[in-house]
């Protein structure tokens, strides 16, 4: 929690992840459907054999 001036306070947002393949055929719908989830892409990086795509998504922790 951070203390905020004349003793208020605020709470930080804590964040959930998701790391999911990206298949390039089918990226719009898939991006599309994490998104109605509440998931924001945050990176695309390339697979460890090099031949695909990981994405990597976050969002706020329900409370």
Not at 20 to 28: C, E, I, S
Request: overall charge positive; proline content about 5%.
């Amino acid at each position: 929690m951070k203390v905020l001036s004349r003793g208020h306070t605020c709470r930080m947002t804590q964040w959930e992840y998701l790391t999911a393949p990206l298949l390039t055929h089918n990226t719009k719908s898939l991006l599309d459907n994490f998104g109605t989830e509440g998931w924001e892409l945050v990176a695309v990086v390339p697979g460890r054999d090099g031949s695909g795509l990981i994405a990597y998504f976050k969002r706020p922790k329900a409370d």
